[in-house]
């Protein structure tokens, strides 16, 4: 009997066709993330007349007073914002998973809400609420005689921001501990080690990496927001600085390219430097959260002080969802705890009048996740399934977008494609195009991991079987491979579509016209004036509608993939 044997060489043909599909792939991420990227960097090298290498511009930068106290501004408000978004996230993630503790599940769902919202989004409302003359300070101030700075200056950034990006903390440490072997925590305490010793000693050293992996995302996330700071009227920052030295001063002015540079740096850096605090130790255990204990009751008091300190942080996490809200039904929200009276006026404003946003959001988007989801599938098998030399360049490049803030592609698409026009005479960057290019780079790495986990979940015997029966490479993807990678490649989608949604740092450089302009601009320029703030409230409620509906969809379509990988097994 002649058993079948695997493919272990891959025909010509299937090796040229896929040659060719990763050298399309590897040009278009050159084009639209490595030239502009690069762009950036050349101009902040050179010198602006002769068009020489130097170094003058970073002298310059460390020169001038405004951009050093912007850029330790920046890692100041980073580094307490990760502090603080700590503060948040360790209590939720050891409770939820360390206690019996009620209503766990819906703890950790509701920590999860503010990644639905955009922290601009959440800026105003926060105001409102939290503000010098907000809600909590009128109320202190009526019945306790004193008011406290919440949103005053950069501590108003540090405030939101925690409060939007804590999840990151709290979703990759759960996982974490989790994953660790319980019968560890076991031991401890009949050593003699319990509570808080036992986390600090036991358990959150075991759970560091997922730990690591949150405040560096949460870090580099807070370094290079744009918005946020200038709708708090926080200027003094790097992010906004590079914005405003653009748009104000014009794309030939070499100090904006300079700070988009120290922001890459920072980025670059910040990554290398999680990866070196875990770098030699060996954080494994013998089982994946099994073995040891379980869950521990809470007694008594211990109930008390657990509910009363998640209830202040849930309290705080949903703040600028009932503040926004509130907002886009107000008359006049003033110097007054609550608004004064309520209509639908705004709605039917921007139903009306700010339609145009939510049609071209869900254009942009829609295209930009197509587009994801097409190369992540492509790279994902040309890394998983091909021998191509050098095809792991193709995921590095594709992941490198998470290492460039949305503010430096911005500016490095002004630069790199304005000057290029149209046998008409239009400028490429000009262009609704080059928009929904930008996005789609700017989420490619979130399609693309998608894409690698549900192609990881397929054997490679089902491809091998179907080719050794006459299929062609071609049509064994489409009818074998495709089909099975749907629900991973269905969740990229969404997942692309519902944060290329509210995309905000690139679109904020590309948009030429109110009439190309999506979602995330209508909000920032409405949210800008008193007189707009309401109908952008709420656009932000309807924002924020779209990307929970999507963040629901992507979960269904990863629950439905997962059954049916279970029924076929």
Known sequence: MTLPIALTTVPAHRST?????????????????VVPVATV???AFTEKGSGGFTLVNFLDFARTDLFVRSFWNSIYVSAMTVLWSSAFALPLAYLTTRFEFRGAGLVQTLGFLPLIMPPFVGAVAMQLLFGRNGTVNLLLDEYFDFKIGFMEGLNGVIFLQAIHYFPFILINLSAALRNIDRSMEEAAQNLGSHGLRLFRRIAFPLALPGYVAGASLVFVKVFDDVASPLLLNVKEMLAPQAYLRITSIGIDDPMGYVISVVLIAIAVVTMWGSAQVLKGKDYATTQ????????????????????????????????????????????????????DGYTLAHYARVLGDSSVYITNTLLYSGLAAAIDVALGGAIAYLVLRTHLPGRSMLDWGAGAALAVPGVVLGIGYLRAFYGVELPDGTPLAALWIMIVLAIAIRRLPYALRAAYAALQQISVSLEEAAENLGATPFRTVRRIVIPLMTGGLLAGFVTSFATAAVELSAVLMLVQSNSDAPLSYGLYVLMQTPAGRGAGAALGVIAVIIVAVCMGLSQLAADRSQRAKGLDL
């Open 41 to 43: 960097i050349y101009v």
């Open 288 to 339: 994946r959260g099994g073995g040891g204990l379980a869950r521990r009751p809470l007694t008594g008091r211990q109930s008390i002080l657990a509910y009363a300190l998640v209830l202040l942080i849930l309290a705080l996490v949903l703040a600028p969802h009932v503040g926004l809200l509130l907002l886009s039904f107000a008359t006049v929200w003033s110097f007054s705890p609550l608004p």
């Open 17 to 33: 066709g896929a040659a060719l599909l990763a050298l399309a792939i590897g040009l278009f991420i050159v084009a639209f993330l």
